[in-house]
């Protein structure tokens, strides 16, 4: 039974998560129906993660196990066929090798957060980035951020209705640039607690207004209260953009 590796590509916002509910739309949901349509297949696929309610995606990660051997174009393009109009594409389609697993082989996992910095809300973009009027200070955000990275007890950064086993977790990364009227958060760490990523760009963000110091960031940090939290950020601007593999377990 061939095991496909597809990389994903969605708009967040009419779906109510990326996992599968009964009577909800979802992302995994519609990706399921299409294969079901494309293959005559019912089939529960694996992903490396699921987003929330509105958390976009450019580089989610899953595999299907299909009966049938079928070339790897023609899998992604009857997918994209049965998908539309649903704001979901599969950006390719491989054969995976031996054991590998969309989950459980992943050593990675990266996300970008959007912020529009600017007077002006977004016309373009609504829906997409988190509209923030005040001018961020990005260079104290970046600073001040460095102090998340490492092994840390993540509580502060945690949503009360996290099912892991533990609030620990190693980041990476975390960096903030501006790119014209757009402040960008990116995060890497092999996984992330239910909305740490959202709670700690809201924190990272009282720092880029002049309401926190790097001082305040570290004491959130080492509070392990989650009312230390500062501000969390909305889903919009949310985007899961990649997910790292072993490379000796890569797609043929």
């Not at 500062?230 to 889903?235: E, L, R």
Request: proline fraction near 4%; hydrophobic fraction near 40%; aromatic fraction near 8%.
């Amino acid at each position: 039974m061939p095991r496909y590796r597809l990389i994903i590509e969605y708009d967040g916002r009419p779906f109510h998560g990326f996992q599968a509910q009964e009577a909800l739309a979802s992302v995994q949901g519609e990706i399921e129906r299409a294969v079901l349509a494309f293959s005559g297949q019912a089939l529960r696929l694996q992903a490396a993660g699921r987003t929330d309610t509105g958390v976009h995606a450019t580089g989610q990660v899953v595999h299907i196990d299909l009966e049938k051997e079928w070339k790897s174009e023609v899998v992604r393009n009857a997918i994209n066929a049965h998908l539309v109009p649903q704001p979901i594409v599969v950006l390719s389609a491989e054969v995976a090798e031996g054991d590998w697993h969309a989950r459980f082989s992943a050593t990675e996992r990266r996300y970008t957060y959007r912020i529009l910095n600017r007077k002006a809300p977004p016309a373009l973009d609504q829906g997409r980035v988190w509209h923030v009027k005040k001018p961020l200070d990005a260079e104290a955000m970046h600073e001040a951020a460095q102090v998340l990275v490492g092994h840390h007890d993540f509580t502060t950064f945690r949503h009360m209705a996290c099912q892991a086993k533990s609030p620990f977790k190693t980041l990476d990364l975390v960096q903030v640039r501006r790119e014209g009227d757009q402040i960008l958060l990116d995060f890497a760490s092999r996984s992330f607690l239910h909305r740490q990523v959202r709670s700690m760009t809201g924190s990272i963000a009282e720092v880029g207004v002049g309401r926190w110091t790097a001082d305040d960031l570290k004491a959130a940090l080492e509070a392990a209260d989650r009312r230390a939290c500062g501000t969390v950020a909305p889903a919009d601007g949310l985007y899961l953009t990649g997910v790292g593999y072993d490379p000796l377990k890569a797609s043929k």
